[in-house]
């Protein structure tokens, strides 16, 4: 009575399997047609948190400016993971303000080097990053400059949105800097796979 009904439902139940490798097939092909060469460049704010050490009136500098980037870097072939390597220029702006009746302004521009891990689900991704940056940066009080410059730790997040072999790309860095507190950046971006 129920044999008709079992052997449907086993048929039915490999249908379903096969159609869900086909689904990750493309979906590692997708993956694929990411791989290879790709340039970018974001816009976004730009944000550097500087305790100013000054025993008689102690004070934090935390200021957000305009800032911009552009990159280049290599997709890996892989199919379960997106690896790349990704390096640029990242200008970080010049906030400024007025602490402790001093005006203060901070600009900093850098390159910088990342290897980039993350993985796909579809036309959406998602990555983490980590690197390093060589930044110059210039402190400006009341129109006396001090510049120095160096080479530190950089980390990042984001996701990006595939449309073809272009991709729409938000994410979020921080730079370990010396001597500040923190220096990030968040910014949303377009990137060209070629």
Known sequence: ?????????????????????????LMSAESKAD???????????????????DPNNPATFDEDDFAWKAFLGYNF??????????????DLGAPGATLVG?????????????????????????????????????LSIDGISVSDDGTDPAYGVGAKI???????????????IEDTEAVSMISAGLVWTF
């Open 1 to 25: 009575m129920f044999t008709g009904f079992l052997t449907e439902k086993r048929r039915s139940g490999g249908a379903g399997a096969v159609l869900l490798v086909a689904a990750l097939l």
């Open 35 to 53: 791989s290879g060469f790709f340039v970018g460049g974001s816009v976004g704010t730009a944000g550097v948190e500087i305790d100013v050490n």
């Open 77 to 90: 072939d892989l199919t379960l993971l997106n690896l790349a390597v990704e390096g640029g220029y990242v």
């Open 102 to 138: 001093s005006d203060f302004e901070v600009s900093a521009d850098g390159l910088d080097a990342f290897v980039v891990l993350g993985f796909d689900l579809g036309p959406v991704g998602v990555f983490a990053k980590a690197g390093a940056i060589s930044w110059d940066a210039e």
């Open 162 to 176: 595939g449309l073809g072999s272009f991709a729409l790309r938000v994410e979020y860095e921080l730079f370990d």
